[in-house]
């Protein structure tokens, strides 16, 4: 049965980014009154998250330059220095804009590598030399599993990454539902 015309209409936002504009989404049709009490109090969850980390180089050292020993007999993996400090850098970056609540569905993750413009490079121009965009992104994603993002980066259905030599070098993300 259709609401009746002067039944009061209840409302879910939808919010554009952390601490920005509200939108309300259409009224949901025939609620019982124990489902407009939890309609009221319910907040979908935060669908897109977009942000920029400036630094003065991103990280190039790559999750693949991950080192072996041989301890009794047996592979020991480990982090070399400069992959500690790659990950410290980017965990401190990202720790900054972890969203309230983690993504809990499938996600699009957009990524900008902007690099420090060197030799006769120009401001916005692609970078097409190493490191690898995929090599990039592991350790990226395996941060932003660790600060919080997400419960598992497998959640990434799309991705978009591209690499620039900048003026301004850092890293862009843009997280949005799918």
């Not at 790559?62 to 007999?73: E, R």
């Amino acid at each position: 049965m259709p609401p009746l015309a002067t039944e009061t209409c209840i409302y879910k936002y939808i919010r554009i980014r952390e601490g920005g504009i509200k939108i309300p989404l259409p009224p949901p049709l025939n609620l019982s009154p124990r489902e407009k009490l939890k309609s009221k109090k319910m907040e979908v969850g935060i669908i897109m998250t977009e942000f920029f980390m400036p630094m003065k180089s991103p990280p190039t050292v790559t999750h693949q330059q991950k080192q072996v020993t041989v301890v009794n007999d047996k592979p020991v993996f480990y982090e070399p220095d400069e992959l500690k400090a790659a990950r410290a850098k980017l965990m401190a970056h990202l720790g900054q804009h972890v969203p309230a609540r983690k993504y809990t569905g499938a996600i699009r993750l957009t990524v900008k590598w902007c690099f420090p413009i060197t030799g006769k490079h120009q401001d916005g121009e692609y970078k097409y030399t190493r490191p690898d965009t995929d090599n990039l992104q592991k350790l990226l994603k395996d941060c932003m599993t660790d600060c919080g993002y997400w419960k598992d980066d497998a959640l990434v259905a799309s991705e978009i990454v591209e690499k620039f030599w900048a003026a301004l070098p850092g890293i862009y993300i843009k997280i949005e539902e799918v």
